[in-house]
């Protein structure tokens, strides 16, 4: 019996719907990759990282690519903890606890950090110390980075992570025994539910991380203007 008979043989349209559904993984997977290399060239210009942008590689699994986003999400994580440690060990622990204090004045705060900059680079803008103060005092960006790297490590290690990026333009049935593969007919339920459950989870995160992104890239073009 043929796959496109096993799988909701009673609803057509669930097929589609599956494809739908990834190809919703995919677009907000590009969007993420869009996203974090904004703030990876934010890092590199005005921080002096030497962070690598990514690509979505359209021949690799979607465990691949995700496993390839969270290693860079990751050293954005460990940058803005460097940034902390440079702050801590270069300032009167007085100075260090104004960074953090949500009453400073936030020029005060990039005063702060762009002498600590100074120190460190020889010199440092004020658009570098604006983006360290923004990145040390967002807690919202700490935490949707945290969580999407979450969302991403679960959908790496759930049914989706070995289904290859490139399926689209494949006929309805390749499509559909690719993103199912080998599952048996016991679990085209669960996988089907298994999509719906983590695309959610990964629309959600990824809204989080892209606001929070945009924040700091969008302060950077106000300030550079």
Do not use: W
């Amino acid at each position: 019996m043929a796959l496109s008979d096993l799988l909701y043989p009673d609803n057509p349209k669930r097929k589609q719907e599956l494809i739908h559904l990834h190809q919703e993984l995919l677009d907000c997977m590009s969007t993420n990759f869009h996203a974090t290399n904004e703030l990876v060239g934010v890092l590199n210009e005005h921080l002096g990282c030497t962070i690598t942008p990514i690509e979505m590689r359209e021949s690799s699994t979607v465990k691949e690519n995700c496993e390839n986003i969270i290693q860079v999400m990751s050293e954005i994580q460990h940058q803005v903890q460097k940034i902390d440690s440079d702050m801590k060990d270069k300032l009167e622990p007085v100075l260090y606890q104004k960074l953090y204090d949500i009453k400073e004045p936030e020029l005060e705060k990039i005063a702060i950090a762009q002498r600590v900059f100074s120190i460190i680079f020889g010199e440092a803008t004020s658009t570098a110390a604006m983006v360290a103060i923004k990145l040390l005092g967002s807690n919202h960006l700490t935490l949707t980075v945290s969580k999407l790297i979450g969302v991403l490590a679960q959908i790496g290690a759930s049914v989706l992570g070995g289904v290859s990026i490139t399926i689209i333009g494949l006929g309805l049935e390749m499509i559909l025994h690719a993103i199912l593969g080998a599952v048996e007919r016991s679990q085209l339920l669960t996988a089907v539910r298994s999509y719906e459950k983590h695309l959610a989870e990964f629309k959600a995160a990824s809204e989080k991380y892209q606001h929070a992104i945009h924040e700091v890239t969008s302060l950077v073009r106000q300030q550079v203007q």
